[in-house]
């Protein structure tokens, strides 16, 4: 009889998700139930952010052979649906709980106390997993696998790390393990589905917890290998519409010239996220190729308009190098869009007032910008900037449970006056409204009302506005924000 490993995907409970289409493919469980199929075993993914009846389809797989459940997690509500999930196996089955991802990874020791932890894979799960499972099915013990964490005895054992894979030496994602459809976006002509072409990041934004994740390595699948999963997906499910869900595509400018190129051969669109320094040390050759190549998109990481918030975050660039690199986007005519971070310790009212005037300045010098939400600062382990919200007063939760709360809010900085905390929460709401609703082909009330309020919330935003926020409510009481 087939022995069947279970993965679970919680339900992240991102703001306003229901409305910005369907959700990212699954791709950490997708890339470990890989790994799990081609060492014999059969996988069941069950994603919880598509599916109602998950519970129903959990009993399903529990009356198969099945060694263990395997759930992947960040800080956050998913830690409080992954719960959800871990708790409703055990009440019908005594298998093993398996969690992984960033939170159980990065504190591994505190996941475990919860009696609905029984094992962590730390950082990568392919090889772990791969090596865990055939541990559990043959009733081996765990203390030679590396880049575990486990229970034994009543006590929390922890492994060595494992190394780092090598991404061109995986099988490439073995996509019929879920269904493909429900993870399309489709647009006028387009059919749009994310896919990652690399791992980690070189950088040290001390805001980041992918430094500590990935230890600040950065891997990457080469040309060849990128080309045949997109080539598949092309032919597979008819898509022309590519998200590259990278921590940042263009790191290695030889890799990412050569991978454009190829691009344009396709006929197809693609999105990416690009930092401020890798646009200005592009020439103008790799400007226009990426532009011609179909690239629909750029993500840019600004982060702040203050030079001392982005010294402090470590973005290694200031504001006048935001600007240099958004008119040299404007020249050759590449449509962007900023992301900005509010909320940080020692950030002033006058720091707010920079960054708000360099989302403005952007806009008005290239009319092919958009505004990302002001992003509120989560402080969330693995970041330094989290010891230093620590130190301004932060209480960090004590247990698994209570981090399931802990996410983009308000709530997460009391180092704050209240007026401070008005503006900051007013402007995450506000600052999507400084571009066109149409954009990003929402639903038509979502539109209708954005534009309505669009106005409005410039208005909020130019002469930082933020008392009697009656929007707030009404999008609460309309269940549009939370």
Known sequence: MMHTVLLVQPNAGYFLQEHIGRPLVPTGILLVGT????????????????????????????????????????????????????????????????????????????????????????????????????????NRSLSGIRGVSYKESGKIAHNPDREFIDLNKQPLPHWELIDMHRYI???????SV??????????????????????????????????????????????????????????????????VGQLKKLNIRWEALIRVDDILRMDSA??????????????????????????????????????????????????????????????TL?????????????????RRVRIASFFIFTPVPGCELHDLAVAHGLKQPDCLGKWGAFHHSIDNTAWFSKDMQRAIRMLA?????????????????????????????RQRIKHLFFYFPLEIFLAKWLKLYY
């Open 350 to 366: 006058e720091d707010l007032r920079k960054t708000v005037s360099l989302a403005l300045q952007l806009k008005k010098e290239n």
């Open 185 to 191: 976006n489709a647009k006028p002509g387009y059919n």
């Open 429 to 457: 709401f506000t600052s999507p409204f400084l571009n066109d609703p149409g954009d990003t082909y929402p639903p038509l009330y979502v539109k209708v009302l954005g534009r309505l309020y669009g106005p409005i919330a």
């Open 35 to 138: 790994a799990l199929h081609h060492a014999g075993y059969q996988v069941k993914i069950i994603d919880q952010r598509i599916e109602k009846d998950w519970k129903l389809q959990v009993l399903e797989v529990l009356k198969e052979n099945v060694i263990c459940l395997g759930i992947s997690c960040m800080t956050g509500t998913q830690i409080l649906n992954g719960l959800e999930i871990a708790e409703f196996v055990r009440s019908h089955s005594t298998i093993p709980i398996v969690w992984g991802g960033v939170h159980p990874t990065l504190l591994a020791e505190q996941t475990l106390e919860n009696e609905f932890v029984d094992i962590v894979v730390r950082r990568e799960g392919e090889e772990t997993m791969v090596e865990l499972t055939d541990a559990l099915k043959n």
């Open 286 to 347: 790799f400007l226009k190729l990426i532009k011609q190549s179909g690239c629909i998109l750029l993500g840019v990481g600004a982060e702040s308009g203050s030079n001392k918030m982005l010294e402090l975050m470590n973005k290694k660039i200031t504001r006048e190098d935001i600007i240099e690199a958004n008119r040299k986007l404007a020249k050759y005519h590449l449509k962007s869009e900023f992301y900005f971070m509010v909320g940080l310790p020692t950030e």
């Open 194 to 259: 994310s896919i990652a072409t690399s791992r980690g990041c070189p950088f040290d934004c001390k805001y980041c917890f992918v430094n500590a994740f990935h230890k600040r390595r950065w891997r990457a699948l080469n040309a060849d290998n990128v080309l045949k999963m997109i080539t598949f997906l092309v032919n597979k499910y008819g898509i022309n519409w590519f998200q590259f869900d990278d921590e940042e595509f263009f790191i290695d400018l030889g890799r990412s010239r050569e991978l």
